[in-house]
């Protein structure tokens, strides 16, 4: 086990100062990254059945479909529970979110001729005409506060 000799404790005092010192200049002792929450409210599912697959990016190269974006934010919710979604330690920056109700639970939206026959929503809801939205349509902000974002789910069938 470890003493404090009446030595070590002379050196105490000079080693906290150096320490506050530190933490004055550069605000804190170690550099902690910022992170927010984000809050995602759904509206408009049309059954409970399934699943809720959630994809967030900041790379406007991979969106809609961001699975091969290496720096995604996915998550899969039961749509039962999909009316709040919390994303924890969201770091700032500038992202766009795409969700899927997969109904079927087969972890991919189902295409018919082209056309989702599942429900999709995206963050600030934009207008859908042919194809999905553009990333810059879409995109939002987050900074070191918490982010609360409205996700309305639209269906085509």
């Known amino acids: 086990m470890g003493f404090i000799s009446a030595s070590g404790t002379a050196f105490a005092a000079p080693i906290l100062a150096l320490a506050a ?44 479909d961001c ?40 972890n991919k939206m189902d295409m018919r001729l082209f056309v989702p026959r599942e429900g999709f929503g995206f963050s600030r809801n934009p207008k859908i005409g042919m194809g999905p939205p553009s990333f810059q349509s879409v995109k939002f902000a987050v900074g070191a506060d918490d982010v609360a974002l409205p996700v309305r789910m639209k269906y085509l069938f």
């Open 21 to 64: 010192s530190i933490m004055l200049t550069t605000g804190t002792a170690a550099s902690v990254p910022q992170t927010a929450t984000l809050d995602v409210s759904v509206t408009g599912l049309r059954s409970a059945k399934g699943n809720v697959l959630v994809c967030m990016t900041a790379n406007p190269k991979f969106f809609p």
């Open 67 to 106: 699975d091969k974006d290496p720096k995604r934010y996915r998550l899969t919710v039961a749509a039962a529970d999909a009316g709040s979604i919390a994303l924890p330690n969201v770091a700032p920056g500038t992202y766009a979110l795409a969700m899927v109700h997969d109904e079927n639970a087969n």
